[in-house]
Structure formats: structure tokens, C-alpha cells
């Protein structure tokens, strides 16, 4: 529920106070720094407690030192700014009051250039709550500012206010609002979230990545319906566990994603998600996926912790190390598979750790390639979140080509092997398989060259209509082994 603009002229001589997080943009800026900050100094999650310890408002002040910032890229919420902008025609002073540290608080005032002064959070002094009501009445007296705000701490300020104006969606803040200030004015949230938009954070189109759990049970031919219903359930937790993941990978990536030509349409980097939410999603996710472990086995839950510990790992730091990380995300790949193995208790053969090493790390090449490509193409400049400059393309593309063949070697060897007997009375129609195999990596580096390819290559192999019917045949020619 909107008022008209002309409400925001209702006195010329009585200030408008804004405040910044929630309300003037649709993100929360200290959460930003500080999951900006931990994902960008290897001690940062010490760090924080330690400033934590001494204060509010030192963290901030530390936070907000020590990682980047461009108020250009902010989600605004165009309601409120539109009615600042009547507001500063008719002559009122326009103040920026928020909790957030005084660095972040000019330069946002400096970018919009609206307003007649800024009241902020310091090193010493976290200006939220009674201490920004106590501020105000100091600075404009009791009654003889109006306030723009969107949370319940913005109550005690409303209180010695003239006019409450709430840029929330929340009914029941809308009536403690009105307890206070019977004649409050309600301006749109901004935040328009849809159930589209938390797919899209979630990441749901990336669950056929978990498919992988399934491997082990085709390959060790445990067809059983007790394997099928935990591979499944091994399916359910992982996902979860990854969905988890990405929300805190979003999080710590929210700049670099602004900046990206893509990455910037995410619901976090768009503030169509608040932090808070990402956080509080991120964590029931994790919960959820740790206690679904707990009924499979002790192993698989002991495999989703190492997971979850390694890609957190590569959150924070390890995809800013050159090629480190490119192994670290094909073991992330292969652990699915491991996953699977223990969720149905069979062991893992040595065959197909090795080959899915080796594909994995080609796929993982590709999308890396495929990322500077775009970033060449667009004129970016190199990743200011990855190890890698736009001239790397040619290594990285050899470097996936022989990871590729190398997938390929690894399978003839396996056909021509004492162990691929025990599993095919037929196991010379698996040699077909290898120039098929051939045939789908060299199309996958001629489309990357060419720039066709997707941002993620295991997406594009799941949903690609040529590796859809190559997939089919190869597994009619694992089917001819075993009953022709």
C-alpha cells in the first residue's frame, strides 16, 4: 500500500529522516561487508568475533575498512527514492540516519546526492534503535522530524517523531507502527520475492548435478529397491546441503555477482532476497540435510560433512587459488559419487574414482573458460574474485582438452582390465563407448571456443539434446555387455 507522492511534501519546514538498510535500499549493507569481508581474508570469521567482542559497532567499523564498495550498485527501492525527490522539491531538508558505519552512509549520500546531511554509525557509537531516537530529538527536537523507516527497532524512533512513514510489507509491523503513529503513512517494500526467485537462489536447476549420487548403483548393478530408496534420500540431503552452499556463496560473492553481466539478475545481488532471509534459509537447509544424513548411515553423513566443509571451504577461499580450486571442484564432483556409494554400502572402485577425476576436472576447466570467455567478450576486466586473467584461455583450454582425453584413456583401460569381467560376460561392446566419449569432449571445447556453451558445463551435459541421446547409447551398449 502506497500514499501519493504529494505526501512526502506535507511540511517545508519539517525534515525527513531516512534510514538506509531496508528501507532506502532493499539489502542489508553491514551483512553484506561482513560475508564480503570473512570470504576475503582467510582469518576473517576470527576477525569478526574478535571485533564482535569488542562492540557492535567496531565490527562495522572494521568490516567496512576493509572491503570494497560502490553505492552505484546498491538495490534502491525506487518508491522511497521517488518520494524523497517530492520531499526535496517542496524545500525540506533531507537527512540519511542509518546504523550502518559512516563510510558506507556518505557514500551513498555522495552517489544520490539528495541529502542535507548524514547521521551514521562511528567506531565508537552504533547508531540503531534508542540511540539513533535519542540522536534525532537532540538534533531536531521532540515531534518535528518525520522518519522513514522498516523494522520494529525504527518504533522507538516513530514514537518521538512527527510522522511515521514504513516501508514494510509486514502487517503486523504496520499495526505497532499505527499503536504509536495512528495517521503512519505505508510506502511499498521493494522487495517483491517470488516463489521463481527463491528457485533461482536455491539454485533448483542445479539438482541434476546430484544426480551423480545414482552412479554407484548402476554401476555396482544393485538393483534393489532398499539401494534405490537411499540413493534417493542420499539425492534429497545433498541437494539441500547445495542449495545451503550456494546461498552463503552468494552472499560473500554479492559485489563481484553486481558487476557481473549475468550473475547481477541473482535474487541476492538484485535485493529481491534480503540477507537476513539467505541466512535463515541457508541454515534450516543445512539442518535439514545433516538430520536426513542421520538416517542412512554414520559414513554418508560423514562424506556430506566433508562435503560441506570442502565447498564451504571453496567459498571462502580456496576459488581464489589458482588451479587449486579446479581440483577442489572436481573432488566436490566425485564426492557425490562417493556419497552415493555409501548411502547403498558399496565400495568405491578405484576405475571410476580415477575417470571421474578426470572428467570432472574437464568439465571444471570448460566453465572457467567458458566464464573469462564472457568477460573477454564483454570487455571485463580480469576476475576480481578468481585467480585467473583473460589471457589464461589458450593453457585453460589445453588443459581441459587433455583432462578430457585423459577421462577417455582411463575408460579404455578399464574396458580392457581383469576387473570390467566380473561385472559383463560381455565387455568388448564397451569399446563403442570410448569414440563416443571422444566425440562429446571435442564438441564440448569447440562449442566453448565458440562461445555456445553454457556457464556451467554439467548443466549443459543434463540438458543438452546431443549428450541426451549419447547418454542413451551408452548406456544401450552397457546393457549389450551385460545380457547380450
Same mark, same amino acid.
Given at each position: ?6 505526501? &512526502? ?21 553491514? #551483512? ?43 538495490? $534502491? ?22 546504523? &550502518? ?130 540413493? *534417493? ?14 546461498? *552463503? ?64 571451504? $571453496? ?17 566436490? $564432483? ?31 576447466? #570448460? ?20 585467480? $585467473? ?15 578430457? +582425453? ?51 558445463? #554439467? ?9 541426451? *541421446?549419447?547418454?542413451?547409447? +551408452? ?10
Amino acid at each position: 500500500m502506497s500514499e501519493p507522492k504529494s505526501s &512526502a511534501a506535507t511540511s517545508a519546514h519539517t525534515p525527513l529522516i531516512v534510514d538506509l538498510d531496508g528501507t532506502l535500499v532493499t539489502t542489508d549493507v553491514f #551483512i553484506e561487508d561482513a560475508f564480503a569481508y570473512i570470504g576475503s581474508h582467510l582469518a576473517g570469521m576470527l576477525n569478526v568475533l574478535g571485533a564482535l567482542f569488542r562492540g557492535k559497532a567496531q565490527l562495522k567499523q572494521l568490516v567496512a575498512a576493509q572491503t570494497g564498495f560502490d553505492a552505484a550498485l546498491l538495490p $534502491y527501492n525506487e518508491t522511497v527514492l521517488a518520494y524523497i525527490k517530492v520531499a526535496k522539491a517542496s524545500g525540506r531538508k533531507i537527512y540519511l540516519a542509518t546504523a &550502518a558505519n559512516e563510510q558506507r552512509a556518505e557514500a551513498v549520500a555522495k552517489y544520490l546526492g539528495v541529502f542535507d546531511g548524514v547521521f551514521a554509525s562511528t567506531a565508537t557509537n552504533n547508531l540503531s534503535g534508542s540511540n539513533k531516537a535519542r540522536l534525532l530529538v537532540e538534533k531536531f527536537g521532540k515531534g518535528q522530524f518525520d522518519y522513514i523507516g522498516n523494522e520494529t527497532k525504527d518504533l522507538k524512533i516513530w514514537r518521538e517523531g512527527r510522522e511515521a512513514i514504513i516501508v514494510s510489507s509486514s502487517a503486523a509491523l504496520v499495526r505497532q507502527a499505527r499503536a504509536v503513529a495512528p495517521s503512519c503513512i505505508v510506502l511499498d517494500s521493494g522487495v517483491k520475492c517470488s516463489a521463481r526467485d527463491w528457485r533461482k537462489a536455491l539454485r533448483i536447476h542445479q539438482y541434476s548435478k546430484n544426480t551423480l549420487v545414482f552412479i554407484p548403483l548402476l554401476t555396482s548393478h544393485s538393483f534393489t529397491a532398499a539401494a534405490l530408496i537411499n540413493s *534417493i534420500t542420499a539425492f534429497v540431503a545433498f541437494s539441500l546441503a547445495a542449495s545451503s552452499i550456494y546461498l *552463503i556463496n552468494d552472499l560473500i560473492d554479492i559485489w563481484a555477482d553486481r558487476r557481473h553481466p549475468t550473475k547481477c539478475k541473482r535474487p541476492l545481488a538484485r535485493g529481491v532476497i534480503t540477507p537476513k532471509a539467505g541466512i535463515f534459509a541457508a541454515f534450516g537447509l543445512m539442518l535439514a540435510a545433516l538430520w536426513i544424513a542421520t538416517t542412512l548411515s554414520y559414513y554418508y553423513l560423514a562424506v556430506l560433512v566433508g562435503y560441506i566443509v570442502l565447498t564451504t571451504s $571453496y567459498s571462502l577461499f580456496i576459488k581464489r587459488k589458482l588451479l587449486i580450486d579446479i581440483i577442489v571442484l572436481s573432488l566436490l $564432483y566425485t564426492m557425490r559419487i562417493w556419497a552415493g556409494a555409501a548411502a547403498i554400502d558399496v565400495a568405491l572402485s578405484n576405475w571410476l574414482l580415477t575417470f571421474s577425476l578426470f572428467i570432472f576436472t574437464a568439465l571444471a576447466l #570448460i566453465k572457467r573458460y567458458t566464464e573469462l570467455a564472457t568477460r573477454l567478450d564483454a570487455n571485463l576486466d580480469n576476475p576480481s574474485n578468481r585467480n $585467473y586473467r583473460k589471457d589464461d584461455l589458450p593453457v585453460i583450454g589445453a588443459l581441459a582438452a587433455a583432462c578430457g +582425453m585423459n577421462a577417455v584413456t582411463v575408460f579404455a583401460l578399464y574396458v580392457s582390465s581383469d576387473a570390467v569381467a566380473a561385472l559383463y560376460p560381455h565387455p568388448d561392446f564397451l569399446w563403442i563407448n570410448c569414440p563416443i566419449l571422444i566425440y562429446l569432449f571435442g564438441r564440448m571445447l569447440m562449442m566453448a571456443q565458440r562461445r555456445e556453451m553454457h556457464d556451467d558445463p #554439467i548443466v549443459f551435459v543434463l540438458h543438452d539434446r546431443i549428450w541426451r *541421446i549419447a547418454i542413451v547409447i +551408452m548406456a544401450a551398449v552397457f546393457l549389450l555387455a551385460m545380457f547380450a
